[in-house]
């Protein structure tokens, strides 16, 4: 039985390092690919970018050769008029009445940088764009009717008399979520004989911009288009949209250009890694949209939100954010927003994780220390469970001897070998369970701490000592092309050091190699993990070494007192 669980844990471990190289060779084969499809269409996005009456289409090719294409009007006359508050600038445009960008002041583009990062900087629509179809929007110039420090309002009307004013309103400096801005769309149709109402046979779609992929996102997970329908969230990644061969041939699907649903949507919006782009309608939507799309080497994910206008007057208000997923920000917003963090099952750990780092750090202002210092407290929590494992553990170290002739004297007999096991324990005072509390424990605060730090916009592009940005790994050079991390190679380090000062619970030879495959499985799996998390990782194996050697030293000197 022994040798089985050696096999069982050697193949696991070979298993997860092929799992590694197919889903590197994936990844290569997808950049490759975009590669190749950004050298087709880099001529057609340059010149897109600058304002002229053309038509410019907005592609989501996809590895099949399927796309849903997007024609964009561009008139020679558009208009830019910026608003702005402490937090975000924006760019509006006479075109559609809509949004060109949206520049968030206290979050900068690149590490080191001095442009902030800017929302829908991308060639295509401009955000909240209106259409009567997906296929058709109104991107024909709107006239600015009204201009003050926060508000601007648009107005057109169409060939067909229909009546177009759209307001906006942005939130002052000391609003409580500056990042929110106000709006408010008004249609007005002429009425028509024959079929009583234009409205009867229309729909208003609204477009909520372009979100391009992050580059820390190696896997592309966190580039989603997100419905949320009043009890839950769905959520379309890019690879929704590709052909796929599913794993071991389960939930492969076809390529699809585009995907569209009829639901109820309190909500819809786009997220990368750090940023999102929420459109919360007074009145839910009745439908979604969302397709990818190309600018040079950058997928790009875009969605509309469907409305349905069936009086001849319609007003739609609505708000719309564009910042950081800031859970408390988003949680405040009052319709479940803050699901866009996506925290997962464990997601009460990661909020309370979240909240005592933000009270430590605005004592602190240093994000690695306060991470630091988030590992001491959790420790220092878990102090008297972790005293328990080690004294279980030292206890059954003394008893694998006993244990070992137990079993083999009642190796044909397993009900009375469990009623011997269990009173050798009893006579011993081991808890078996004891030693499991603390990993048991440990598991959802690595989990909640994982699905936490992954997509905190307050710590990307922090440095701390080496580390120049705790969203990312570590990486300090390359050999060849593969990167040298430092902060997981420690971490690997810090668990040798600390199963070599670690009572084994047990004398067999093959569970012993299985228990010294740990730090390099852990290594394995962390290697390009964000260097936060790792840091975590690294300062908990560091006091658990200090936590065991004072546990030995307490120890041994009991034990020479009642030899006294």
């Keep these: 039985m022994d040798k089985k669980n050696l096999i069982f844990g050697l193949s696991c471990l070979f298993g997860a390092f092929s799992l590694f190289i197919y889903q590197g060779k994936q990844l290569q084969q997808q950049a490759i690919l975009r590669q190749s499809q950004a050298a087709d269409e880099e001529v057609a996005n340059v010149e897109g970018l600058q304002p002229k009456s053309d038509v410019v289409p907005m592609s989501s090719e996809l590895s099949n050769g399927s796309e849903f294409q997007l024609l964009i009007f561009k008139p020679t006359d558009e208009r830019l008029i910026v608003l702005e508050n402490d937090a975000v600038r924006v760019t509006f445009t006479t075109v559609g009445g809509g949004i060109r960008t949206v520049e968030l002041k206290k979050f900068s583009a690149t590490r080191g940088g001095t442009e902030p990062y800017c929302f829908n900087d991308t060639v295509g629509l401009p955000a909240l764009t209106l259409g009567w179809n997906k296929e058709k929007t109104l991107t024909q110039n709107f006239d600015v009717t009204r201009q003050t420090e926060d508000v601007i309002q648009f107005r057109a009307v169409l060939e067909d008399g229909t009546n177009i004013v759209r307001g906006y309103q942005l939130p002052s400096s000391k609003n409580k979520n500056p990042y929110a801005i106000q709006t408010e769309i008004s249609v007005t149709q002429p009425q028509n004989i024959e079929s009583k109402t234009v409205a009867d046979k229309r729909s208003l779609w609204v477009f909520l911009g372009s979100m391009p992929e992050m580059p820390g996102d190696k896997y592309r997970e966190h580039l989603n288009f997100c419905a949320y329908d009043g009890k839950g969230m769905d959520c379309k990644r890019l690879a929704d949209f590709e052909t796929s061969n599913g794993f071991l041939g389960l939930g492969g699907h076809e390529a699809h250009p585009y995907i569209e649903a009829n639901m109820s949507c309190a909500w819809g919006a786009l997220k990368d890694q750090f940023f999102t782009a929420i459109l919360t309608p007074k009145t839910p939507a009745v439908g979604c949209f969302s397709f990818p799309s190309k600018q040079g080497e950058r997928s790009l994910m875009q969605g509309f939100l469907k409305f349905e206008l069936t009086q001849p007057s319609t007003v739609l208000g609505a708000t719309y954010y564009v910042g950081p997923k800031d859970y408390l920000l988003l949680e ?194 962390c290697y390009n993990f964000p260097a936060a998390l790792v840091l975590y990782w690294t300062v908990q194996n560091l006091f658990t070494i200090v936590q065991n050697k004072l546990t030995y030293r307490q120890g041994s000197t009991t034990l020479q007192q009642q030899k006294v």
């Design 332 to 525: 405040h917003m009052g319709q479940r927003q803050d699901e866009l963090m996506q925290f997962g099952f464990f997601g009460a750990v990661s909020k309370v994780l979240l909240m005592t780092m933000h009270g430590i750090h605005s004592v602190i202002h240093n994000w690695g220390w306060t991470i630091l210092i988030l590992t001491v407290i959790i420790k220092l929590l878990m102090w008297p469970v972790t005293q328990m494992q080690l004294r279980s553990s030292k206890k059954m170290a003394t008893i694998q001897e006993p244990l070992k002739i137990l079993r083999e004297k009642y190796k044909d007999n397993p009900q009375k070998l469990q009623t011997e096991t269990m009173k050798l324990f009893k006579e011993n005072r081991i808890n078996p369970a004891s030693g499991c509390l603390p990993a048991v424990i440990q598991i959802p605060i690595f989990i909640g701490l994982y699905y936490m730090l992954r997509s905190a916009s307050e710590i990307r592009f922090q440095p701390f000592l080496w580390v120049r940005d705790l969203s990312m790994p570590d990486t300090v050079g390359y050999l060849g092309s593969f990167p040298i991390n430092i902060m997981p190679l420690l971490m690997g380090v810090t668990m040798v050091v600390q199963m070599k000062v670690t009572p084994m619970p047990s004398t067999d030879s093959a569970q012993q190699k299985i228990f010294m495959l740990m730090p390099f499985i852990f290594l394995f799996f």
